[in-house]
């Protein structure tokens, strides 16, 4: 005879969404030898700036997505 599954031993899945668009790599061109180094300086800030742009975006989506799943589930 079979048991049905108690309610401690039911499993509750929830799918987490696909990572947002917005998060790839910055990517930042390599100094060449003889370079101005304004110019090496000035694409390092913008490359630091982009990935902070993305981390900032990130961090909203996850609080976000980290509310919903710790918000109460009704039956």
């Not at 048991?3 to 039911?10: E, G, L, M, N």
């Not at 000035?42 to 700036?49: F, M, N, P, Q, V």
Request: with cysteine; charged share 20%; net charge positive.
């Amino acid at each position: 005879m079979a048991c049905s599954p108690s309610a401690s031993q039911r499993v509750v899945a929830r799918s987490i969404p696909a990572a947002p668009a917005y998060l790839v790599p910055v990517g930042v061109k390599t100094p060449a030898l003889g370079e101005d180094p304004y110019a090496i300086v000035a694409r390092e800030r913008a490359g630091r700036l982009q990935a902070n742009r993305i981390i900032v975006k990130a961090s909203a989506e996850w609080d976000m997505i980290s509310a919903e799943f710790s918000a109460p589930k009704g039956p």
